[in-house]
């Protein structure tokens, strides 16, 4: 049966409780902080979305990621909800010996939500004293990192390197630089992966590289910045209207 299609967000809201098995929303459905319960809402009366309600949830949250995508990204990876699963944390990286670590706040991008601590015990002390919020993403910190931004948008691929001497941050909103450069089987296996966990029809996903060699996942968006892309804002937005078209296309 063809369905009938809603791109304007608006309209998506105004008649929410209406929507059915017969709709289907293309883009992305604008949301308030604590609101994306109703990406599952609407899957969960049969309304198609595109992208899916998975990935733009897992789009907004740093959390989200680590818990759904973590066996892709530095091993000993922890999502801290409270301070029960903190003291776990402390427990489990002074066990490993672990000294420098990194936290992630939830719903931050561009670099601006990530913190370098010398200690767990130095992330215990902030969020018990209320100055870290939970939850967070804890990691190990790995020093030296190569960065590579990945954009898989369909038949268009590309993927740069960024690097910034002065700020572990590579990112460009920090100072970074861009580069081109190529992935290897591996890396391209590992977006590939990712995308179908979070069922991804597109995606920005940032690898980390060790000096050793080994290729993570930083994390994962539906949309980033494209400063340092060889693709434009115009080209991109046309590439991106594509694929919305052509999924309409086959299901109408």
């Not at 369905?3 to 709709?23: M, Q, R, V």
């Not at 909103?173 to 966990?197: F, S, Y």
């Amino acid at each position: 049966m063809a369905k009938t299609i809603i791109i304007d967000n608006n309209s998506l809201h105004a008649g929410f409780d209406s929507w059915g098995t017969e709709h289907c929303f293309i883009g992305r459905i604008r949301v308030k902080p604590r609101e994306e319960f109703i990406l599952s809402d609407l899957e969960g009366r049969g309304v198609t979305l595109f992208p899916s309600g998975l990935s733009q949830q897992v789009s907004r949250s740093k959390v989200m990621q680590a818990r759904l995508l973590g066996q892709y990204m530095i091993p000993q990876t922890l999502v801290i909800f409270d301070q029960h699963d903190l003291l776990n944390g402390v427990n489990h990286y002074t066990h490993h010996d672990i000294g420098r670590v990194v936290t992630k706040d939830d719903c931050k991008n561009a670099g601006l939500g990530i913190h370098l601590w010398q200690s767990v015990e130095d992330v215990f002390n902030q969020a018990t004293l209320s100055v870290l919020p939970y939850p967070f993403v804890l990691q190990p910190f790995l020093a030296d990192c190569r960065d590579i931004r990945v954009l898989k948008l369909g038949d268009y691929a590309e993927n740069y390197e960024r690097f910034n001497p002065n700020n572990f941050r590579n990112n460009l909103h920090c100072g970074g630089h861009p580069k081109k450069c190529a992935l290897t089987a591996e890396q391209e296996n590992i977006c590939q992966r990712v995308m179908e966990r979070g069922k991804f029809p597109y995606a920005h996903i940032d690898l980390m590289v060790t000096p050793n060699g080994a290729t993570y996942l930083a994390e994962i968006n539906l949309r980033g910045g494209l400063r340092g892309a060889q693709i434009t804002t115009v080209e991109y937005k046309a590439v991106l209207n594509g694929l919305h078209q052509t999924f309409q296309d086959q299901i109408i």
